[in-house]
């Protein structure tokens, strides 16, 4: 089986085990407080980061990497298409979501209001947290952009772009930042993917001291 060390509401983390979901392969979550330093953490990887996965008797680290290495292994389901043109296209969109989007609206709103909790570093930057606030804004309108032209972000199948968006804005919409009113599409496409059996264990994450919304669960929201 599987192993994946993981903080639950990580949106690299989540993005892992939404690609292990939708291939229906077993894993066992291991909840890793990477903030401490433990030795043990760091041998599995120097990088002292998460996620970190137990594979095929291999120990694997970077979300990206370990993503295309479930797709090149199990290829069935696919979430990447053959050809190179939409390729280019499902990769150009998760450095969007695991670069741009992450530096300018996660850090500054997940990393602000909770991962500061948690590793004890203090209380959120009001600053961060309004930079990140106003920067969603722009975010959710390329992605109605994007689905105003697409049946999915990347072009007409369900490809890890979409479990990359759908992992950071789920992670947010745990904590209320994501204001589904500002489009339709995009809260349509939400509803959408995490409706797939794949989401289900993370709509079922707890975080002490932190609660989601009424509908973070709720499939009809």
Known sequence: MARLFHVPLSPFCRKVRLSLAEKKIEVELVEERYWEEDPDFLRRNPAGKVPVIKLDGKMMAESAAICEYIEETRPEPSLMPTDADARYEVRRLISWFDDKFHHEVTSKLL???VNKKMTGQGYPDSRNVKAGAKAIKYHLDYMAWLLDHRRWLAGDAMTLADFAAAAHLSSLDY???????????????????????????????????FRPPAHYADLDF
């Open 111 to 113: 990393y602000e209001r």
């Open 175 to 209: 904590i209320s930042d994501v204001d589904w009113n500002r489009s339709q599409i995009v809260k349509d496409w939400y509803a959408k993917i995490k409706s797939r059996p794949a989401f289900r264990s993370i709509l079922a994450d707890q975080i002490p001291g």
